[in-house]
């Protein structure tokens, strides 16, 4: 059964950096899209970045330029590379992989000082 667990989150100052992590299991992780989700309090998730099977990203407009996915298939590992923090990045990050819709559990990013 595929599993994805997320790591990494915490508190952070605005203009911090903080790197996600999402180790997958129980599935072919290499044959998987793999995506970032995150939301915030009062509102709808949304799509952050996402990774193909072949590695070709795409990114929302309010992170581009500041965060980086990126995946380690012999780890079975995607990442989520996450700079020049904002107050608005304030939100649980998940992991999410495609085909199956399978999800992790979330990690809390605060962005505050």
């Known amino acids: 059964q595929a599993q994805l667990v997320e790591s990494g989150g915490g508190l952070v100052q605005p203009g911090g950096s903080l790197r996600l992590s999402c180790a997958a299991s129980g599935m072919a992780f290499r044959a998987y899209e793999m995506n970032w989700y995150r939301q915030a309090p009062g509102n709808q998730r949304e799509l952050v970045a996402r990774?193909?099977?072949?590695?070709?990203?795409q990114y929302a407009d309010s992170v581009k330029g500041r965060f980086t996915i990126s995946r380690d298939n012999a780890k079975n590992t995607m990442y989520l590379q996450m700079n020049s923090l904002k107050p608005e990045d304030t939100a649980v990050y998940y992991c999410?992989?495609?085909?199956?819709?399978?999800w992790g559990q979330g990690t809390r990013v605060t962005v505050s000082s």
């Open positions: 999410n992989a495609q085909p199956g819709g399978h």
């Open positions: 990774i193909t099977d072949s590695g070709v990203t």
